[in-house]
């Protein structure tokens, strides 16, 4: 088995900073690409930012200058900078790991999701 958790949500101000976090574990024999997405309502689930084992971040460009991806591969976990928030941002945000699992070979996982919310 294989979890993905997110934390680090809630309500900001515009203008303000938020820092998401995700942890995976379970039975991860190597971790791979991991991300963030984010789907407001009535949208489609969009790319926000990805981050290779080892490699550059890719950002999409709603957020390039103001987000910022980083991963611990001790810890198995990846952060979400969010800084200079606005309105648009409002979302649920998803972490996305590509996992080599000890019992089930390559597999994509989701997290549950997180609500930010960017509102005066």
């Known amino acids: 088995q294989v979890q993905v958790v997110e934390s680090g949500g809630g309500l900001v101000q515009p203008g303000g900073s938020l820092r998401l976090s995700c942890t995976t574990s379970?039975?991860?024999?190597?971790?791979?690409?991991m991300g963030w997405y984010r789907q407001a309502p009535g949208n489609q689930r969009d790319l926000v930012a990805t981050?290779?084992?080892?490699?550059?971040?890719n950002y999409a460009d709603s957020v390039k200058g103001r987000f910022t991806i980083s991963r611990d591969n001790a810890k198995n976990t990846v952060y979400l900078q969010m800084n200079s928030l606005k309105p648009e941002d409002t979302a649920v945000y998803y972490c996305?790991?590509?996992?080599?699992?000890?019992?089930?070979?390559?597999?994509?996982?989701w997290g549950q999701g997180t609500q930010v919310t960017v509102s005066s």
């Open positions: 996305n790991a590509d996992i080599n699992t000890y019992y089930r070979g390559r597999r994509n996982y």
């Open positions: 379970g039975s991860i024999s190597r971790l791979n690409a």
């Open positions: 981050m290779p084992t080892g490699g550059s971040a």
